[in-house]
């Protein structure tokens, strides 16, 4: 399992099967107690899982991903409160778009997935640009300026690196 599915689980787990009614409701509520506590759970789950997937304690990550959740969350509730008018499923759906949105990108900005890599059409037909355009750009810029921009020189210059 990679790092980005065992944190795609902790999200699942932390929001169905580890929230309580009671915390549920407490959330859509508003209360920022709830929010944080359930930010909390998050949290562990993604350290607990990531550690576990990857040998690795990613807690900088963990504590990103659990801070997106909270406000996340606390944000759908607001909105929740302001129109409390139609059905849970809509506001349901979308968050959770929105959480694995934000998951790939968090994992996409700390440099463990490459954006490209989530279409597995493209991996599967050998056109996955990833594992040699991905790994400089996480690196650092001037890996990528060298590896991915850089034209190959048509002449010998002193001082050339072509």
Same mark, same amino acid.
């Given at each position: /399992?990679? #790092?980005? /599915? ?9 929001? !169905? #099967?580890?929230?309580?009614?009671? %915390?549920?409701?407490? =959330? ?13 759970? &998050?949290?562990? /789950?993604? #350290?607990? %899982?990531? $550690? ?5 304690? %990613? ?8 801070? @997106?959740? %909270?406000?996340?969350?606390?944000? =759908? ?14 506001? $349901? ?6 959480? #694995? ?5 968090? !994992?996409? @900005?700390?440099? $463990?997935? @490459?954006?490209? @890599? ?8 050998g056109m996955d640009p990833a594992p040699t355009r991905w790994r400089s750009w996480s690196s650092s810029a001037r890996e990528l300026r060298?590896? !991915?921009?850089?034209?190959?020189? &048509? ?8």
């Open positions: /399992m990679t #790092v980005f /599915m065992a944190a795609v689980l902790a999200h699942f787990l932390s929001d !169905f #099967v580890l929230q309580t009614d009671r %915390l549920a409701a407490r =959330k859509r509520e508003g209360l920022l107690s709830a929010h944080l506590l359930h930010g909390g759970v &998050v949290t562990a /789950m993604v #350290v607990a %899982l990531g $550690l576990l997937a990857s040998g690795r304690w %990613l807690i900088l990550l963990a504590l990103s991903v659990g801070l @997106a959740h %909270l406000v996340q969350d606390w944000a =759908k509730a607001r909105l929740r409160l302001r129109w409390p008018v139609g059905p849970e499923w809509p506001w $349901l759906t979308a968050d959770q778009i929105v959480h #694995v949105a934000v998951l790939a990108l968090l !994992f996409t @900005a700390y440099g $463990l997935l @490459a954006p490209l @890599a989530l279409v597995p059409a493209w991996s599967a037909a060298g590896s !991915f921009y850089r034209r190959p020189c &048509v002449r010998s210059c002193p001082g050339c690196r072509a």
